[in-house]
């Protein structure tokens, strides 16, 4: 007697369909990538980017396919960024070298002036915060398009820039916001004063680099 051969799935099958099983990083809790990244969220008054969403099927089809390798060279081009010499990324200081007074990461909640009621115990820092004198210059740390100058509970005056590769700097509690949305920047360029608006405990800037929906700690692309 002639038996059925069994068929067997393609490796990639398998991959494809353990991969869309498992739970979307979008409905996840905040969590660290890896030492020096991590996942934006809502709470983190930063401008969300959309995550593209795959619904479950049970064979993958080629815009599935596509989305998939998006997704790893994404990945892949952002651990290269990080792990590269400032010098090649390009990044600068955005105020005059000096002490880091908050590191990137976890820390206890900071309650500011004002706050009440129920905290958590710890909150996790997206950028550093770095001292600086009332009013001192702030910097563009590299070149773009000023994206956002507004406003922001948190944040108190605040500035975004978007550099080339999907990069994104943010500036906060400035005393004073001296560019607009629209404007491009060179490195270097004056772009605020620095202050203790929003939510902050005395004068410092807050400084933040962001990549594809990440933040990733600034010290690893400063000089």
Partial sequence: MQTRRSRRAHPFTLFVIAFLAAPSVAMLPAIALEGNAHRATPSSGFVPIPMEHVDVVARPKPKVKRVLVRRHRAAAKAERARSTPALRIGFSWPVTKAEITSPFGWRPFVVTP????????????????????????????????????????????????????????????LNKRLVNAGKRVSAGALIGLCGSTGRANGVHLHFEIRHLGSFYNPIYFLP
Avoid at 120 to 136: K, V
Avoid at 138 to 159: E, F, H, M, Q
């Fill in 114 to 173: 004002g706050e009440t009621g129920p905290h958590p115990a710890r909150e996790f820092h997206h950028g550093m915060d770095i001292a600086c004198a009332l009013n001192q210059p702030v910097r563009a740390s590299k070149g773009g398009r000023v994206i956002l100058s507004g406003v922001n509970p948190d944040y108190g005056n605040v500035i975004v820039i978007q550099h080339a590769g999907g990069w994104s700097t943010l500036y906060g509690h």
